[in-house]
T-cell receptor
Framework: QKEVEQNSGPLSVPEGAIASLNCTYSDRGSQSFFWYRQYSGKSPELIMFIYSNGDKEDGRFTAQLNKASQYVSLLIRDSQPSDSATYLCAPEVGVGGGADGLTFGKGTHLIIQP | DAGVTQSPTHLIKTRGQQVTLRCSPISGHKSVSWYQQVLGQGPQFIFQYYEKEERGRGNFPDRFSARQFPNYSSELNVNALLLGDSALYLC????????????FGPGTRLTVL
């Protein structure tokens, strides 16, 4: 069973601080990793993806990947109240027949305190 | 451009009934995937369809089936509903570029009583 582990939280961070979200995964075959944001009652929205070891930055977001440790993280700088949401980590996995899909973690509930 | 559309928005069924959920992908996208998201959990992969053929199936029982039509829209069918089938059912539309070009629809909230 391919597993993705995330701390469910809630993770409470003051406005303007850095929020750090972590994820570990079991499938060593995973090559691509995705971070989704999901507001309550809404569908997931892709915010970052990363393929290579190291850091990838996009605006206030930085994704970090360490394939040897099977670890991926998301940093949110200058956190805003609008960042309050559940963040889902999703490695890409093969699902048979040449198709690929996503295996999601349970998500981390992030709360930015004004 | 219209995004991914799903219908209905909400649905209430009783145990043992059958349900059909519908999805229209983004124009030009040929792949549709279905996910089930139970409250408090991340989405779980059910099916992927590409060019009207099933390309992948997750760990779901045979009560779940799907198909894709020539216009690339898709239906998900669930037979003999169980209480545990209550969830948000998400359709994901994918274009060229793989999973980085995949977008989720708003979902259908299914409640089984």
């Amino acid at each position: 069973q391919k597993e993705v582990e995330q701390n469910s939280g809630p993770l409470s961070v003051p406005e303007g601080a850095i929020a750090s979200l972590n994820c570990t995964y079991s499938d060593r075959g995973s090559q691509s990793f995705f971070w989704y944001r999901q507001y309550s009652g809404k569908s997931p929205e892709l915010i970052m993806f990363i393929y290579s070891n190291g850091d990838k930055e996009d605006g206030r977001f930085t994704a970090q990947l360490n394939k040897a440790s099977q670890y991926v993280s998301l940093l949110i700088r200058d956190s805003q109240p609008s960042d309050s949401a559940t963040y889902l980590c999703a490695p890409e996995v093969g699902v048979g027949g040449g198709a690929d899909g996503l295996t999601f973690g349970k998500g981390t509930h992030l709360i930015i305190q004004p | 451009d219209a995004g991914v559309t799903q219908s209905p928005t909400h649905l209430i069924k009783t145990r043992g009934q059958q349900v059909t959920l519908r999805c229209s992908p983004i124009s030009g996208h040929k792949s549709v995937s279905w996910y089930q998201q139970v409250l408090g959990q991340g989405p779980q992969f059910i099916f992927q369809y590409y060019e009207k053929e099933e390309r992948g199936r997750g760990n779901f029982p045979d009560r779940f089936s799907a198909r894709q039509f020539p216009n690339y829209s898709s239906e998900l069918n669930v037979n003999a509903l169980l209480l545990g089938d209550s969830a948000l059912y998400l359709c994901a539309s994918r274009g060229t570029g793989g999973l980085r070009n995949q977008f989720f629809g708003p979902g259908t909230r299914l409640t089984v009583l």
